[in-house]
Nanobody, 121 residues
Framework: QVQLVESGGGLVQPGESLRLSCAASGFTFSRYDMSWYRQAPGKQRELVAIIRSASGYTNYADFVKGRFAISRDNAKNTVYLQMNSLKPEDTAVYYC??????????????WGQGTQVTVSS
């Protein structure tokens, strides 16, 4: 059974930090590109950061560049999102995503249940 379980969310003040974790099980984690998305109330879900499976290449949305860092530990089947200098506009539910596009173009796409991040003074 595939599971992605996010943790680490909470309520912080502007300028503070949080570290999100996403523990994966039920699939071959190292094959998958891992991403973090977020969705604020009344807004569409948006990509925050991605880390590729093989190369470890990372990419970030402009609104988090220089503040957030994505990483993965394939031995622990876990992906992380270190969030620094948090702003009120970072308030959202953060979701973990696992994506694998096979050589035959079959897509495997899994989502976690989300973890709430609230940035407020």
């Amino acid at each position: 059974q595939v599971q992605l379980v996010e943790s680490g969310g909470g309520l912080v003040q502007p300028g503070e930090s949080l570290r999100l974790s996403c523990a994966a099980s039920g699939f071959t984690f190292s094959r998958y590109d891992m991403s973090w998305y977020r969705q604020a109330p009344g807004k569409q879900r948006e990509l925050v950061a991605i880390i590729r499976s093989a190369s470890g290449y990372t990419n970030y949305a402009d609104f988090v560049k220089g503040r957030f860092a994505i990483s993965r530990d394939n031995a622990k089947n876990t992906v992380y999102l270190q969030m620094n200098s948090l702003k009120p506009e970072d308030t959202a539910v953060y979701y973990c995503n696992a994506l694998w596009l096979t050589p035959s173009r079959t897509k495997y796409d899994y989502w976690g249940q989300g973890t709430q991040v609230t940035v407020s003074s």
